[in-house]
């Protein structure tokens, strides 16, 4: 088990950027997939992006590919996503989540933060 903590969410502009960071405790952080989901108000959970355990493979939804970016620091158990060029349908509670395998369904990781929440105004 490894336990998440999210943080970095707020309110920005559309257009502007926002850094998401994910704190992982216990020290088997780096044999771990880590994924950003997020959620909008009446909306199921959805697939954001993913990263391997190196970092050197990496996963996106096509709504954000080009605008956001996954990334991870095993030596400090965090992983990050910096979101750019943000717009308001980016608006929802971010999760970051950590698995055996990458994956970009949720039944593919067992492990959940609280979630942060970002909200883009137009």
């Known amino acids: 088990q490894v336990q998440l903590v999210e943080s970095g969410g707020g309110l920005v502009q559309a257009g502007g950027s926002l850094r998401l960071s994910c704190a992982a405790s216990?020290?088997?952080?780096?044999?771990?997939?880590m994924g950003w989901f997020r959620q909008a108000p009446g909306k199921e959970r959805a697939f954001v992006a993913a990263i391997s355990w190196s970092g050197g493979i990496t996963y996106y939804a096509d709504s954000v590919k080009g605008r956001f970016a996954i990334t991870r620091d095993n030596a400090q158990n965090t992983v990050y996503l910096q979101m750019n060029s943000l717009k308001p349908e980016d608006t929802a509670v971010y999760y970051c989540?950590?698995?055996?395998?990458?994956?970009?369904?949720?039944?593919?990781?067992?492990?959940w933060g609280q979630g942060t929440q970002v909200t883009v105004s137009s």
């Open positions: 989540t950590a698995g055996n395998f990458l994956d970009i369904r949720t039944t593919g990781y067992g492990n």
């Open positions: 216990g020290r088997t952080f780096s044999s771990y997939a």
